[in-house]
């Protein structure tokens, strides 16, 4: 999805990609990469800030069960945006999967991405969503899908990533409009790249880490 989205000026560097072991994650992949995203910032916020102001860096933690996703913007460094997710066996019925105290339960809002439902909104357009028709799809190797009305309670094996995304942009006059616009930016993510990954079961299910790795590899080439 990276180089799907990449040109010559903009696009994703990734400057680290090592194996991690660490008490609260396990083993797992860590990646530190920048975003460049002049050309996919929203009107308002081009206008805001110049344009080599609009990039993204970001420190990933990806393990399993659990992923830690951090980004912050060096033109607005007050910002911080942080991706909190667990993985579950289960149909998304779990509750409060990420242990919040009660004050943060009260200020929690929920959101029920579901990956067979084509999106057609200004982010999902711009992060790129594939078109494929989730309720005709269905895997060639594996025989899961189609998704049809009801999926998650039917559909085995099932599994759901729980998101807590916090996001913090404390700038008066604009700060709220830039929390709405990552937040928003970052469900068309979930959405699209959840989408592409049951799409293209059969080019990834069984391979091995080699091949995983390789695949990373020809994704990035474009800025070695």
């Not at 660490?22 to 916020?45: E, H």
């Not at 800030?49 to 990933?60: F, R």
């Not at 067979?116 to 594996?142: H, P």
């Not at 899961?144 to 008066?172: F, H, I, N």
Request: contains cysteine; negative net charge; aromatic residues 12%.
């Amino acid at each position: 999805m990276q180089k799907q989205t990449t040109t010559n000026t903009e696009g994703v560097d990734v400057l680290e990609n090592k194996p991690f072991e660490d008490d609260v994650f396990g083993k797992g992949r860590y990646t530190s990469k920048i975003y460049r995203l002049q050309s996919k910032a929203p009107t308002w916020l081009a206008a805001l800030a110049p344009l080599d102001a609009l990039v993204l860096q970001e420190e990933a933690w990806n393990a399993y069960p659990k992923c830690k996703t951090v980004i912050k913007c060096p033109y607005f460094p007050k910002f911080s945006l942080t991706i909190e997710t667990i993985h579950k066996a289960d149909n998304g019925n779990s509750e409060n999967v990420h242990s919040l105290s009660k004050e943060q339960l009260a200020s929690r809002q929920v959101e029920n991405i579901d990956i067979a439902v084509s999106a057609t909104d200004y982010w999902s357009y711009i992060v790129g969503s594939n078109s494929i028709d989730m309720t005709k799809f269905q895997s060639e190797r594996t025989g899961r899908g189609p998704l049809l009305d009801g999926w998650q309670e039917s559909c085995k094996p099932v599994m759901t990533a729980y998101k807590l995304v916090t996001v913090d942009a404390p700038y008066w006059g604009f700060g709220s409009q830039l929390e709405q616009a990552f937040i928003a930016g970052e469900r068309a993510l979930f959405h699209g790249s959840h989408r592409n990954i049951f799409a293209w079961i059969d080019e990834w299910f069984g391979a091995t880490i080699e091949v995983i790795r390789k695949l990373e590899k020809q994704c990035i080439s474009p800025f070695e």
